[in-house]
Every structure is written in C-alpha cells, then in structure tokens.
C-alpha cells in the first residue's frame, strides 16, 4: 500500500502511507477518500479544533526531539526510514493518495494522525453531517458516531497500547502512561456540549458521569489490551511482565468499580482477567471471551443500561490536563 511520494518538511522526508490494518472496522476508510484536515477547518466550522490539534499531540514522531530515539528503534528493526515504512507509519501517520485532489499540495506535509485518522475518512459525508438532523445519515455514510465510545476507545488502545514485543525489544514504549481520561479529555478534548444538553443543566454532574464512565471504559480495555499482548508474548520476560502489572492494575480497579455497579459482564470479564493474572499462560486461550465482554460491558456503560449517575462517584486518578509538549 506504500504510495510513492514523499514531502519535504523540517529537512526530513515523509511519506505518508495508509494506516491499513487499524482501522478494518470502518467500512470507509481508504485514501482516496480523505478530504484532508484543511477542509475540516476551513469553511471556519472546526478551526478551532484545527489550530488546537494539528501539529498538537499527534505529530511529535517528526519533531527533530524524537530523532535519535526513533533512529535507535528503527536501526534494530531493520527499518531504513522510519518516515517511510510502514511499520512506523502505520500508527504516526497516514496515506493519502498523491493523486487525490482535494488534499492540496501545501497540506500534504502535514499529516500525522488527522481529523479523519480518528472521525473516518469525510469524502462521502462531509457536505451531510453539519445539516440539521443528518448525523444518522452521515454516520451511515461512514462518519464515526463519536457518542459510541467502544469504538472510539478502542482505536485510542489500537494504536497507544499497539507496541507488539518485537517493538518494545527494540526500545519502543508500551503506553504505561495512556489513560483514556487523561488523553482524551485532557489538553486533547475538542468536544462541545450541545444545545440540549447546555438547555437542560447540570453540566458539572454530566461532566463527572462522563469522566467515570470513560475511565472505567479505560480499564476493561486496559485488560483487554493488557491480555492481548500478553498472549503475543514469545515467553516470559520483561514485555510479558510489564503488560502483567497494567493488567493487575486495571484488574483491582475494576473490582472496585463491580462492588459499586453490579454488572453481569463485568463480573465475567474479571473472572477472565484473574484466569490471565493466576497465569498468563492462558492469555490466548480467554482473549476471544475478554474481547466479546469488553465490548458488551463498554456499550452498557455507553447505552447506560447501568445507572449512569453512579459512574461520578470514580476518583480519577489522573490530573485534568496533560500534555507533554506543554510542559
Ligand atoms: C493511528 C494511531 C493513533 C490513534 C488512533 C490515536 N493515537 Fe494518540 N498518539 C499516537 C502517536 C503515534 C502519538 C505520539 C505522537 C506522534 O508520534 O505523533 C500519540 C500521542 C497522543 C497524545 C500526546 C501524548 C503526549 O505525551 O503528549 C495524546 C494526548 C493522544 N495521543 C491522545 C489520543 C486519544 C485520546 C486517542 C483516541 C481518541 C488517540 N490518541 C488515538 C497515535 C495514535
Ligand atoms: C502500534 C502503533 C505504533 C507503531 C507500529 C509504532 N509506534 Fe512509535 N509510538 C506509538 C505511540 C502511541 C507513541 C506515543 C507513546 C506515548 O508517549 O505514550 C509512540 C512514540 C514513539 C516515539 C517517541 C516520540 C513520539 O512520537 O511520541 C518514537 C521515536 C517512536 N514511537 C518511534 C517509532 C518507530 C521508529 C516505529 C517503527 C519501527 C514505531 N514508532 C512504530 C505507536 C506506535
Ligand atoms: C485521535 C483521534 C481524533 C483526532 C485526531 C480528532 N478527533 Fe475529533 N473527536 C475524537 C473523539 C474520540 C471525540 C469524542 C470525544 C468525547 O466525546 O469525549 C471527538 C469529537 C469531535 C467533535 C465533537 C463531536 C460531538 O458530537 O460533540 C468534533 C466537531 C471533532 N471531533 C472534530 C475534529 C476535527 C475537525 C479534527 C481535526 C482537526 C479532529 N476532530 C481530530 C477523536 C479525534
């Protein structure tokens, strides 16, 4: 899928190649449909998320700070360039198609992960979705409906708890640090309360249902991860031992949260997680199970079958804001 074209920027060559594999789950996604994060911000609708986000959180890989570190992984991989292999480019950046003509040449230096890395690519949709009522209609279209966060959550792991071993081995981060609530709702959030929502009040309860529930979300798909990449694992060892801990950690806290929110999935997918940390061994064996209840639990959180004002009583343990590059 490696396109041949390349941009010069900062004195470094990026080629910009499509993100294949992550996101199999979005029926649209392919190059030739992406728009380009101009455009998003251009008709002046989103160019406040624009100046927030671009070249923010997500283009640090190209910053000349991280060039020995990248370097270093790239030479024990094996990977010439890594602005240019996919192996790299496929979670720091993304394709487009030198062809396609609606991304212009003064943008093409600019992508790292995009608008429509995270929202889909907005060929098909982007004339419907700002139209009163015709969400439903652009997100059939292939808009990501971001009020579902299984899926939203679930991209932020692919990529931020994605380091396989043969990655970690050649000094790669594992993500220790992710925390779905401090990365998304952090320096990064761009959401906006709707008019409903601002009409009916209360917004500092709202706000409060919404942390909980997005970190309790963060810890089942902290095990699920957790589990996957322990199953991966060539044998026991420091990546299999790290990935343990995040697992153990997220493991007590969602007792935590089952005492507080009795649900049925949740207490299986504990009974899962505690089969991964008696013995990591089984890892393989219980993840198809640990997948199937991560999603039924995390879109029962979503959907709230489960009484939602009791998901504010969660410390989140992190601070509101973060972001390295600020500080
Ligand atoms: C396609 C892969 C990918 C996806 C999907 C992704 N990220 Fe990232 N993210 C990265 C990479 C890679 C970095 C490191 C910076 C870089 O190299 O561009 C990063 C960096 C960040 C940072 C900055 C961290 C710091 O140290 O300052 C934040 C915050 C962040 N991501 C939040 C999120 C959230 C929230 C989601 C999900 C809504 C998400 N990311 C989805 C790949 C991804
Ligand atoms: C599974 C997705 C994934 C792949 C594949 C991947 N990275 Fe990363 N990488 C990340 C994420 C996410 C971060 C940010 C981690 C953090 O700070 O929490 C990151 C961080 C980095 C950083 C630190 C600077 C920065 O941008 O934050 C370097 C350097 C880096 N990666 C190099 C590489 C190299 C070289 C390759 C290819 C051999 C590669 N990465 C492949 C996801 C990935
Ligand atoms: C790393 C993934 C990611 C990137 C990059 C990203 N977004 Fe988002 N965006 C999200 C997520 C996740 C949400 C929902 C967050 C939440 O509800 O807490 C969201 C929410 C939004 C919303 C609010 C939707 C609503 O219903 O409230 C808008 C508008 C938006 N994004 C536009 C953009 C634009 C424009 C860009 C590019 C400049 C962009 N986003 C880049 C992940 C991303």
Redesign the pocket.
Known sequence: MKMNWSVKISGMTIGVILIAGIFMTSPAWGANKIIG?KQ??DSN??KN??D???FHP?ETFFNEKYEKEGTKIAEKMNVKDHFEDQKCIKCHGVEVASTYPKVTEEEKGLFG???????NPAEDWVELHDKKGK?PEAVQKGM?D??N?YA??K??FSCHRGAKEEYFKAGHRLGEKFDLVQY??GD???????KEDKASGNLEDKLKI?TGK?WVAGEAFQVLFSTMRISEASGKGEYSEKNLDLLKKALANLQNVVKAIPAGNLDKLIAAALKVNADPGSAKGVLEEIKTLTQAYVNEIDASPLPSAKFASFPIPVESSYMRNKK
């Open positions: 994060p998003c911000s609708c989103h998320v624009f927030k986000l671009l997500h992960i995009i608008c429509e890395t995270c929202h969400v990501r971001t009020r966060f939203w959550s991209d932020c998304s709702q990064f959030k761009h959401w906006v309360w709707s919404k997005i």
